[in-house]
């Protein structure tokens, strides 16, 4: 899954970029290399504070906006509510303040790039209106909820020639290069099969999900928060934090953390597209995603692997115990934890316990000590930011080029694709066969309204065409 690579010669920028350069490659093991692909319209000085707008500032926007701001300056944010906005306005006096990220993009010239962090439904939307300005865009993962609209954010930022990043931070992490390097150097044989699990979902889902209509508080501007979806009445079941487990608005458990533990296991695995996804969804409604759910990626003839399965857990059984998959023999007395991940293969385990990658474990014992004894080489570069996306993707934009290793749109949006195919594996109700060329389900048309809404509101159908 990564872009063809070429190597970033500094010789060919002016003496202060130069210099510039030169110091971020001492920074990285194995060099810094740019992908054909993601090259934008221009570099600015290394010096120069970025104009930085933020589009959510509550919750984990908050965290993205202070990350953005270093060495760099807030020059706008926009949320739907009142509160959040009044804590940012202390944080940072000199930005405007707006309700409609539209009237800010459309009026705050000073704006370089955009940070999104508002609930998944509102993420194309405000992606496509700042891309169709021509500024860089960072977006929570996962990027979006529907397949369509992924694709479409995509073209854009390859269109506009615009660097992106997806904020899934673990991307950045040492322990995700160490993962790549060990399974390039065969440490646990022919790889077979992949099980990853989540504690999630950690807000209602199934039939406990209702919507009871009620009055939108002052402080909330109901019809913005809709963005792009159908006029609905306000409900105290989806805002401020709920709405992840209705399938209009968020993407469920698996859109919350596919993106962060399955991100480790694509690019190590270089997975690419499944060719058939299965899922076992309990209690799935007609609004809300379900209770629990196993879903099984089917990979046929992978360039290393041949066959090949990941399988992934969320939820919790009906005696209430979390689904998980077996312990492996390999493990000995080792127990699950709430999260992880599991790479089983010909000559051993890879168990990692924890979200994202952090320090995966080589089992049985004797396997670790004899690979770990002369470990691969450190060959992959290094994130210049270990942990902070945000900070990575401003420093890519002064450069003038993405990192290859970022989780710029060109990676990340395949990604989200692989997270969401489980999604629509559960509503389709059966085990599809997918056609990624055509973004389509093989002998299935009805699925289509899963894949692209089927209802935007008026003044809100953007497409990378109209950009």
């Not at 010669?9 to 002016?14: G, M, T, V, W």
């Not at 409900?235 to 993106?259: K, T, V």
Request: glycine content about 8%; charged content about 20%.
């Amino acid at each position: 899954m990564n872009s063809p690579r070429s190597p970033f010669d500094p010789s060919s920028f002016p003496p202060s970029r130069r210099s510039f350069i030169k110091g971020l490659a001492a920074t990285t093991a194995g060099g810094i290399f740019l992908p054909n692909i993601v090259r934008s319209q221009g570099a600015v000085p290394a010096s120069k504070k970025l104009g930085i707008a933020c589009i959510g500032v509550g919750g984990k926007g908050w965290s993205d906006m202070e990350n953005a701001a270093k060495n760099n300056e807030v020059v706008a944010f926009a949320d739907v509510d009142s509160n959040n906005l009044a804590k940012a306005i202390a944080k940072f006096p000199n930005a405007k303040p707006f309700r409609d990220f539209r009237k800010m993009l459309d009026e705050v010239k000073e704006i370089d790039a955009v940070t999104v962090s508002t609930p998944d439904h509102a993420h194309y939307p405000a992606a496509m209106h700042a891309m169709a300005l021509g500024k860089h865009v960072c977006v929570q993962k996962p990027l979006t909820n529907t397949l369509w609209e992924a694709r479409e954010m995509q073209k854009a930022a390859r269109k506009k020639g615009l660097i992106t990043q997806m904020g899934n931070q673990g991307h950045t992490y040492e322990d995700n290069r160490v993962l790549k390097e060990w399974l390039q150097a065969d440490v646990v044989g022919k790889v077979k099969e992949v099980h990853v699990w989540t504690n999630r979902p950690i807000w209602p889902q199934g039939q406990i999900v209702s919507w009871k209509p009620g009055d939108a508080p002052e402080n909330l501007d109901w019809n913005l928060w809709l963005a792009a979806t159908p006029d609905r009445p306000f409900s105290r079941d989806i805002h401020p934090f709920n709405w992840r487990g209705f399938l209009e608005y968020g993407a469920g458990a698996l859109g919350d953390m596919g993106c962060h533990n399955m991100d480790p296991l694509f690019w190590a695995l270089e997975l690419g597209m499944p060719q058939t996804i299965e899922a076992a969804p309990e209690e799935l409604t007609e609004i809300a995603w379900p209770r629990g759910c196993v879903v099984k990626y089917h990979w046929k003839n992978h360039p290393k692997y041949g066959d090949l399965t990941m399988t992934w857990y969320e939820g919790k059984n009906a005696d209430g115990s979390q689904k998980l998959p077996a312990v492996p023999a390999e493990l000995g007395d080792q127990k699950f934890g709430s999260v992880g991940f599991l790479i089983v293969g010909s000559e051993g385990v890879i168990y990692n316990k924890a979200d994202q990658c952090q320090n995966p474990k080589i089992f049985p014992e004797a396997r670790s000590k004899a690979f770990l004894a002369n470990p691969p080489a450190k060959s992959l570069p290094r994130s210049v930011t270990p942990g902070d996306p945000q900070q990575e993707w401003t420093i890519a934009i002064k450069n003038g080029a993405a990192f290859p290793w970022m989780s710029q749109f060109d990676y990340s949006v395949p990604l989200t694709e692989l997270c969401l195919l489980g999604a629509l594996a559960m509503r389709c109700g059966r085990s599809i066969e997918w056609n990624s060329a055509e973004l389509a389900v093989v002998g299935m048309p009805e699925a289509a309204k899963f894949i692209k809404r089927t209802n935007y509101r008026d003044g809100w159908d953007y497409s990378s065409a109209k950009i």
